[in-house]
Protein backbone atom coordinates (compact mmCIF):
# COMPACT_ATOMS: atom_id res chain seq x y z
CA UNK A 1 0.00 0.00 0.00
CA UNK A 2 1.41 3.15 -1.28
CA UNK A 3 0.82 5.75 1.66
CA UNK A 4 3.02 8.63 -0.18
CA UNK A 5 5.42 8.87 3.18
CA UNK A 6 8.01 8.13 3.84
CA UNK A 7 9.14 4.24 4.96
CA UNK A 8 10.58 5.24 8.33
CA UNK A 9 7.22 7.37 9.25
CA UNK A 10 5.26 3.94 7.80
CA UNK A 11 7.83 2.28 10.32
CA UNK A 12 6.83 4.31 13.64
CA UNK A 13 2.86 4.02 12.66
CA UNK A 14 3.79 0.02 12.82
CA UNK A 15 4.28 0.51 16.55
CA UNK A 16 7.01 -2.14 16.91
CA UNK A 17 8.78 -1.93 13.76
CA UNK A 18 11.25 0.52 12.22
CA UNK A 19 12.22 1.14 8.96
CA UNK A 20 15.27 3.23 8.20
CA UNK A 21 15.69 5.38 5.43
CA UNK A 22 19.42 4.27 4.15
CA UNK A 23 22.31 2.25 6.00
CA UNK A 24 23.71 5.60 6.66
CA UNK A 25 20.64 6.76 8.77
CA UNK A 26 21.18 3.49 10.79
CA UNK A 27 24.48 3.93 11.33
CA UNK A 28 23.55 7.48 12.66
CA UNK A 29 20.87 6.40 15.26
CA UNK A 30 23.28 3.52 16.20
CA UNK A 31 26.02 5.72 16.95
CA UNK A 32 23.95 8.29 18.30
CA UNK A 33 24.29 11.07 15.95
CA UNK A 34 20.50 10.98 14.77
CA UNK A 35 17.33 11.23 17.13
CA UNK A 36 15.54 7.79 16.19
CA UNK A 37 14.04 4.08 17.36
CA UNK A 38 15.97 1.26 16.65
CA UNK A 39 13.81 -1.69 18.13
CA UNK A 40 10.93 -1.47 20.60
CA UNK A 41 12.87 -3.57 23.57
CA UNK A 42 15.25 -0.48 23.15
CA UNK A 43 12.88 2.22 22.56
CA UNK A 44 9.09 2.97 21.41
CA UNK A 45 7.43 6.68 21.17
CA UNK A 46 4.48 4.97 22.14
CA UNK A 47 5.90 3.50 25.04
CA UNK A 48 8.10 6.07 26.17
CA UNK A 49 5.35 8.61 26.12
CA UNK A 50 3.06 6.80 28.67
CA UNK A 51 6.33 6.06 31.49
CA UNK A 52 6.97 10.42 30.82
CA UNK A 53 2.80 10.81 31.32
CA UNK A 54 3.45 8.53 34.35
CA UNK A 55 6.57 10.42 35.63
CA UNK A 56 5.45 13.75 35.43
CA UNK A 57 2.28 13.02 37.27
CA UNK A 58 4.54 11.58 39.85
CA UNK A 59 6.42 14.81 39.91
CA UNK A 60 3.83 17.05 39.26
CA UNK A 61 4.28 19.65 42.14
CA UNK A 62 8.06 19.60 42.14
CA UNK A 63 10.33 22.18 39.97
CA UNK A 64 12.51 19.14 38.69
CA UNK A 65 10.72 16.65 35.80
CA UNK A 66 10.91 12.97 36.77
CA UNK A 67 11.52 10.70 34.65
CA UNK A 68 9.83 6.86 33.94
CA UNK A 69 10.51 3.75 32.34
CA UNK A 70 7.64 1.33 31.33
CA UNK A 71 8.02 -2.66 31.94
CA UNK A 72 6.24 -5.22 31.03
CA UNK A 73 4.58 -5.62 35.07
CA UNK A 74 4.96 -4.46 38.75
CA UNK A 75 7.22 -7.38 39.47
CA UNK A 76 9.72 -6.47 36.67
CA UNK A 77 10.05 -3.06 37.89
CA UNK A 78 10.78 -3.88 41.28
CA UNK A 79 13.20 -6.20 40.05
CA UNK A 80 14.58 -3.32 37.79
CA UNK A 81 15.45 -0.88 40.56
CA UNK A 82 16.91 -3.69 43.08
CA UNK A 83 18.99 -5.77 40.36
CA UNK A 84 20.16 -2.46 38.93
CA UNK A 85 21.13 -0.27 41.92
CA UNK A 86 22.34 -3.00 44.70
CA UNK A 87 25.41 -5.12 44.16
CA UNK A 88 26.59 -8.81 45.97
CA UNK A 89 27.16 -7.88 49.41
CA UNK A 90 24.19 -4.96 49.90
CA UNK A 91 21.48 -5.58 51.59
CA UNK A 92 17.51 -4.41 50.92
CA UNK A 93 15.69 -3.34 54.41
CA UNK A 94 11.90 -4.03 54.04
CA UNK A 95 8.78 -4.58 56.60
CA UNK A 96 7.14 -7.75 56.87
CA UNK A 97 3.55 -7.10 55.28
CA UNK A 98 4.24 -7.11 51.49
CA UNK A 99 2.68 -8.59 48.94
CA UNK A 100 3.63 -12.45 48.86
CA UNK A 101 4.97 -12.31 45.03
CA UNK A 102 7.25 -9.12 46.29
CA UNK A 103 8.34 -11.35 48.93
CA UNK A 104 9.13 -14.35 47.01
CA UNK A 105 10.76 -12.04 44.22
CA UNK A 106 13.54 -10.79 47.25
CA UNK A 107 13.72 -14.11 48.56
CA UNK A 108 14.05 -16.05 45.48
CA UNK A 109 15.66 -14.02 42.87
CA UNK A 110 17.77 -11.50 44.85
CA UNK A 111 19.08 -13.20 47.76
CA UNK A 112 20.72 -16.07 45.32
CA UNK A 113 22.16 -13.06 43.77
CA UNK A 114 24.36 -12.34 46.85
CA UNK A 115 21.82 -9.27 47.84
CA UNK A 116 20.50 -9.97 51.70
CA UNK A 117 17.21 -9.00 53.01
CA UNK A 118 16.49 -7.99 56.55
CA UNK A 119 12.92 -6.92 57.74
CA UNK A 120 12.15 -4.63 60.31
CA UNK A 121 9.33 -2.21 61.48
CA UNK A 122 9.81 1.12 59.57
CA UNK A 123 7.50 2.96 61.69
CA UNK A 124 9.71 2.19 64.80
CA UNK A 125 11.94 5.37 64.08
CA UNK A 126 15.04 4.53 67.19
CA UNK A 127 15.26 0.73 65.89
CA UNK A 128 15.56 1.55 62.24
CA UNK A 129 18.02 4.34 62.95
CA UNK A 130 19.84 1.93 65.26
CA UNK A 131 19.89 -0.73 62.45
CA UNK A 132 21.08 1.57 60.06
CA UNK A 133 23.71 2.50 62.51
CA UNK A 134 25.03 -1.01 63.14
CA UNK A 135 24.43 -2.37 59.34
CA UNK A 136 26.45 -0.46 56.75
CA UNK A 137 25.53 -3.05 54.11
CA UNK A 138 22.61 -1.55 53.78
CA UNK A 139 21.81 -0.15 50.67
CA UNK A 140 18.26 0.58 49.43
CA UNK A 141 15.19 0.87 52.26
CA UNK A 142 12.04 -0.33 49.97
CA UNK A 143 7.96 -0.50 51.27
CA UNK A 144 4.68 -0.17 50.22
CA UNK A 145 2.83 2.64 51.77
CA UNK A 146 -0.59 1.59 52.56
CA UNK A 147 0.79 -2.17 52.20
CA UNK A 148 -1.12 -5.15 51.48
CA UNK A 149 -2.95 -6.75 52.89
CA UNK A 150 -3.32 -4.88 55.86
CA UNK A 151 -3.35 -1.25 54.75
CA UNK A 152 -0.56 0.01 57.06
CA UNK A 153 1.22 3.37 56.50
CA UNK A 154 4.64 4.55 56.64
CA UNK A 155 5.95 7.86 57.22
CA UNK A 156 7.81 8.41 53.38
CA UNK A 157 9.64 11.68 54.68
CA UNK A 158 11.25 10.30 57.53
CA UNK A 159 11.88 7.01 55.44
CA UNK A 160 13.34 9.00 53.00
CA UNK A 161 15.39 11.39 55.05
CA UNK A 162 16.81 8.22 57.34
CA UNK A 163 17.93 6.84 54.37
CA UNK A 164 19.68 10.09 52.94
CA UNK A 165 21.49 10.25 56.42
CA UNK A 166 22.87 7.05 55.82
CA UNK A 167 23.50 7.14 52.12
CA UNK A 168 21.41 4.35 50.47
CA UNK A 169 18.50 4.51 48.56
CA UNK A 170 14.45 4.54 49.05
CA UNK A 171 12.00 2.78 46.59
CA UNK A 172 8.15 2.67 47.29
CA UNK A 173 5.38 0.69 45.59
CA UNK A 174 2.80 3.68 45.13
CA UNK A 175 0.28 1.51 43.52
CA UNK A 176 -2.45 1.44 45.78
CA UNK A 177 -2.19 5.23 46.20
CA UNK A 178 -1.25 6.18 42.94
CA UNK A 179 0.26 9.79 41.99
CA UNK A 180 -3.37 10.86 42.35
CA UNK A 181 -3.44 10.29 45.93
CA UNK A 182 0.25 10.51 47.34
CA UNK A 183 3.35 11.49 45.41
CA UNK A 184 6.61 9.80 47.35
CA UNK A 185 9.09 11.87 45.08
CA UNK A 186 7.93 14.82 46.99
CA UNK A 187 8.69 13.19 50.27
CA UNK A 188 12.47 12.70 49.12
CA UNK A 189 12.02 9.00 48.12
CA UNK A 190 14.31 8.04 45.36
CA UNK A 191 12.45 6.07 43.05
CA UNK A 192 8.69 4.88 42.69
CA UNK A 193 7.09 1.57 41.13
CA UNK A 194 3.19 1.13 40.36
CA UNK A 195 2.21 -2.16 38.61
CA UNK A 196 0.44 -0.16 35.92
CA UNK A 197 -2.05 -3.46 35.72
CA UNK A 198 -3.80 -1.87 38.46
CA UNK A 199 -5.38 1.76 39.27
CA UNK A 200 -3.17 3.56 35.96
CA UNK A 201 -4.59 1.04 33.82
CA UNK A 202 -7.78 0.79 35.29
CA UNK A 203 -10.09 -1.52 33.55
CA UNK A 204 -8.17 -4.91 33.93
CA UNK A 205 -6.92 -5.03 30.49
CA UNK A 206 -3.73 -5.40 30.46
CA UNK A 207 -0.06 -6.05 32.14
CA UNK A 208 2.78 -3.56 33.03
CA UNK A 209 4.68 -1.39 35.85
CA UNK A 210 6.82 1.46 36.02
CA UNK A 211 10.02 3.06 37.50
CA UNK A 212 9.58 6.83 38.05
CA UNK A 213 12.54 8.96 39.78
CA UNK A 214 14.20 12.20 39.94
CA UNK A 215 17.48 10.73 39.51
CA UNK A 216 18.18 10.83 36.24
CA UNK A 217 21.43 9.65 35.89
CA UNK A 218 20.87 6.54 37.51
CA UNK A 219 17.98 5.74 35.49
CA UNK A 220 19.65 6.44 32.00
CA UNK A 221 22.92 4.55 32.83
CA UNK A 222 22.20 2.03 35.08
CA UNK A 223 18.35 0.93 34.98
CA UNK A 224 17.96 1.77 31.29
CA UNK A 225 20.51 -0.48 30.47
CA UNK A 226 19.95 -3.66 32.35
CA UNK A 227 15.68 -3.21 31.12
CA UNK A 228 16.88 -2.89 27.64
CA UNK A 229 18.74 -6.40 28.36
CA UNK A 230 16.42 -8.15 30.16
CA UNK A 231 13.87 -7.72 28.06
CA UNK A 232 11.49 -6.32 30.72
CA UNK A 233 10.03 -3.63 28.36
CA UNK A 234 6.13 -2.97 27.94
CA UNK A 235 4.48 -3.56 24.74
CA UNK A 236 3.25 -0.59 22.67
CA UNK A 237 -0.18 -2.44 22.61
CA UNK A 238 -0.31 -2.45 26.65
CA UNK A 239 1.09 1.26 26.43
CA UNK A 240 -1.83 2.46 24.98
CA UNK A 241 -3.69 0.46 27.18
CA UNK A 242 -2.74 2.68 30.24
CA UNK A 243 -3.01 5.82 28.70
CA UNK A 244 -6.44 5.05 27.61
CA UNK A 245 -7.14 3.94 31.22
CA UNK A 246 -5.53 7.09 32.36
CA UNK A 247 -7.79 9.54 31.14
CA UNK A 248 -10.39 8.95 33.72
CA UNK A 249 -7.64 8.13 36.61
CA UNK A 250 -8.76 11.33 39.32
CA UNK A 251 -12.34 10.71 38.61
CA UNK A 252 -12.11 6.96 39.19
CA UNK A 253 -9.64 7.02 42.37
CA UNK A 254 -12.19 9.65 43.73
CA UNK A 255 -15.22 7.52 43.71
CA UNK A 256 -12.82 4.47 44.58
CA UNK A 257 -12.39 6.41 47.87
CA UNK A 258 -15.64 7.62 48.55
CA UNK A 259 -17.27 3.85 47.82
CA UNK A 260 -14.46 2.36 50.23
CA UNK A 261 -14.84 5.18 53.10
CA UNK A 262 -18.54 4.02 53.18
CA UNK A 263 -17.80 0.26 52.81
CA UNK A 264 -15.58 0.68 55.59
CA UNK A 265 -17.72 2.13 57.81
CA UNK A 266 -20.85 -0.34 57.54
CA UNK A 267 -18.08 -3.23 57.83
CA UNK A 268 -16.89 -1.71 61.22
CA UNK A 269 -20.18 -1.70 62.43
CA UNK A 270 -21.31 -4.86 61.67
CA UNK A 271 -21.46 -7.55 64.44
CA UNK A 272 -20.02 -10.29 61.92
CA UNK A 273 -16.83 -8.34 60.95
CA UNK A 274 -13.95 -9.10 63.92
CA UNK A 275 -11.67 -6.06 62.52
CA UNK A 276 -11.51 -3.43 59.77
CA UNK A 277 -8.42 -2.01 58.23
CA UNK A 278 -8.87 0.64 55.99
CA UNK A 279 -6.51 4.35 56.55
CA UNK A 280 -9.56 6.18 56.42
CA UNK A 281 -11.61 4.98 59.69
CA UNK A 282 -10.26 6.78 62.74
CA UNK A 283 -9.61 3.67 64.73
CA UNK A 284 -7.21 2.56 61.83
CA UNK A 285 -2.96 3.05 63.93
CA UNK A 286 -2.44 5.16 60.93
CA UNK A 287 -5.09 7.39 60.24
CA UNK A 288 -3.44 10.76 61.23
CA UNK A 289 -0.33 9.49 58.95
CA UNK A 290 -2.51 8.97 55.80
CA UNK A 291 -4.78 11.98 56.58
CA UNK A 292 -1.49 14.43 56.44
CA UNK A 293 0.62 11.87 53.41
CA UNK A 294 -2.16 11.23 51.44
CA UNK A 295 -4.94 13.09 49.21
CA UNK A 296 -7.90 10.28 50.27
CA UNK A 297 -7.26 7.08 51.51
CA UNK A 298 -8.11 5.04 48.45
CA UNK A 299 -10.09 1.85 47.42
CA UNK A 300 -8.79 -1.05 49.46
CA UNK A 301 -9.60 -2.77 52.55
CA UNK A 302 -9.54 -5.68 54.00
CA UNK A 303 -11.46 -6.65 57.13
CA UNK A 304 -11.22 -10.51 59.21
CA UNK A 305 -14.37 -12.22 59.57
CA UNK A 306 -12.94 -14.71 62.42
CA UNK A 307 -11.93 -17.89 60.77
CA UNK A 308 -11.23 -19.51 57.31
CA UNK A 309 -14.65 -21.04 56.91
CA UNK A 310 -16.58 -17.78 57.71
CA UNK A 311 -13.77 -16.19 54.89
CA UNK A 312 -14.77 -18.84 52.60
CA UNK A 313 -18.41 -18.71 53.35
CA UNK A 314 -18.71 -14.81 52.66
CA UNK A 315 -16.60 -15.25 49.19
CA UNK A 316 -18.27 -17.83 47.68
CA UNK A 317 -21.72 -15.96 49.13
CA UNK A 318 -20.68 -13.02 46.84
CA UNK A 319 -22.92 -12.13 43.63
CA UNK A 320 -21.86 -8.66 42.57
CA UNK A 321 -18.42 -8.30 43.78
CA UNK A 322 -16.05 -10.36 41.72
CA UNK A 323 -13.16 -13.41 42.95
CA UNK A 324 -9.69 -12.52 41.39
CA UNK A 325 -6.38 -12.19 42.26
CA UNK A 326 -5.88 -8.70 41.51
CA UNK A 327 -6.76 -5.25 42.36
CA UNK A 328 -7.54 -1.87 40.91
CA UNK A 329 -10.30 -2.54 38.56
CA UNK A 330 -13.72 -0.29 38.36
CA UNK A 331 -15.68 -3.63 39.40
CA UNK A 332 -14.61 -4.48 43.01
CA UNK A 333 -12.58 -7.39 43.39
CA UNK A 334 -12.15 -9.82 46.20
CA UNK A 335 -9.72 -11.96 47.82
CA UNK A 336 -8.80 -14.18 50.59
CA UNK A 337 -4.78 -13.51 50.93
CA UNK A 338 -3.82 -16.64 52.86
CA UNK A 339 -4.95 -18.70 50.20
CA UNK A 340 -4.08 -16.40 47.16
CA UNK A 341 -1.84 -13.65 47.01
CA UNK A 342 0.26 -14.08 50.34
CA UNK A 343 -0.10 -18.31 49.87
CA UNK A 344 3.83 -18.23 49.91
CA UNK A 345 4.06 -17.17 53.28
CA UNK A 346 4.67 -20.28 55.99
CA UNK A 347 0.65 -20.20 57.94
CA UNK A 348 3.23 -19.31 61.15
CA UNK A 349 4.63 -16.11 58.99
CA UNK A 350 0.88 -14.86 57.89
CA UNK A 351 -0.30 -15.25 61.33
CA UNK A 352 2.45 -13.14 62.80
CA UNK A 353 1.98 -10.51 60.54
CA UNK A 354 -1.50 -10.58 61.16
CA UNK A 355 -2.49 -12.20 57.90
CA UNK A 356 -5.33 -14.58 59.60
CA UNK A 357 -6.87 -16.84 57.59
CA UNK A 358 -10.69 -15.09 58.08
CA UNK A 359 -8.99 -11.46 56.16
CA UNK A 360 -10.50 -10.64 53.38
CA UNK A 361 -9.12 -8.07 51.04
CA UNK A 362 -11.58 -5.92 48.64
CA UNK A 363 -10.65 -3.68 45.81
CA UNK A 364 -13.30 -1.40 46.09
CA UNK A 365 -15.02 -0.48 42.50
CA UNK A 366 -16.64 2.70 41.01
CA UNK A 367 -20.44 0.79 40.87
CA UNK A 368 -23.08 2.33 42.65
CA UNK A 369 -22.29 2.15 46.43
CA UNK A 370 -25.87 1.18 47.04
CA UNK A 371 -25.64 -2.24 45.14
CA UNK A 372 -22.15 -3.07 46.83
CA UNK A 373 -23.40 -2.50 50.38
CA UNK A 374 -26.61 -4.85 49.77
CA UNK A 375 -24.32 -7.36 48.11
CA UNK A 376 -21.94 -7.33 51.02
CA UNK A 377 -24.70 -7.72 53.88
CA UNK A 378 -26.40 -10.61 51.99
CA UNK A 379 -22.90 -12.30 51.98
CA UNK A 380 -22.49 -11.49 55.59
CA UNK A 381 -25.61 -13.11 56.53
CA UNK A 382 -24.14 -16.33 55.16
CA UNK A 383 -21.16 -15.85 58.01
Known amino acids: MDTGQPASSIAHLCGFLFVFDDLQQGIDIFDGKEVGNIYSRFGNPTVDSVASKIARLESIDLEQTATGLLTSSGMSAIALVAMGMLQPGDTLLTHPDLYGG ?17 TTD ?107 LLGGTASPWEAWLIHNGMKTLPLRMERHSQNAEIIANMLEKHPRVKSVHYPGLISHPDYELAQRQMQAAGGMLSFDLGGRDAAIRFVNALQLCTLTPTLGDVDTLVIHPATMSHRALAPEVRAALGISDGLVRLSVGIEDVADLLSDLVQALEVV
Open 122 to 228: LRDDEGLVALLEARSDIRMIYCETPSNPLLRCIDLGKIAAFAKAFDCHTLVDNTFATPVLQRPLALGVDFVIHSTTKYLNGHGTGTGGVVVSLDMEAMQSRLLPKLR
Open 102 to 118: TVALFRDVLQPLGIQLL
